[in-house]
């Protein structure tokens, strides 16, 4: 009983963890920063449980648009309800930015390929 107890509870935290983040739809339109000819792309949204695709797209569009104001990825910004705090978590083409709100533990994640 002790050996299938502790082989279920090895497993547990390896398969929970591939299920928490779900792939999300999003447009890959550029976006471009007003004053040079700079531009983004955002790909491969991913959204972290309990999160929902639609909130994780809401949020998304707070980074396109300081982006658009700024040219710049936002550390951390507010998108009228909570603040999310960013942080590069590695990529093979392009950055990779994990967004995170830590009172409720939600986070998304996206791809940025910036031009110009």
Partial sequence: MKRTLIAALAVTPATADATTWRACSTSSARVRQVQTDYYAV???LRARSPMNCASARYALA???GAFRRRGIIPRAFNDGY???HGRLV???YGDRVQYTEFDSGT???VTVVRFG
Avoid: D, M
Wanted: glycine fraction near 14%; charged fraction near 15%; hydrophobic fraction near 35%.
């Fill in 62 to 64: 707070h980074v396109k």
């Fill in 107 to 109: 986070a998304f994640r």
């Fill in 82 to 84: 909570v603040t999310w």
């Fill in 42 to 44: 955002c790909s491969n």
């Fill in 90 to 92: 590695g990529g093979s």
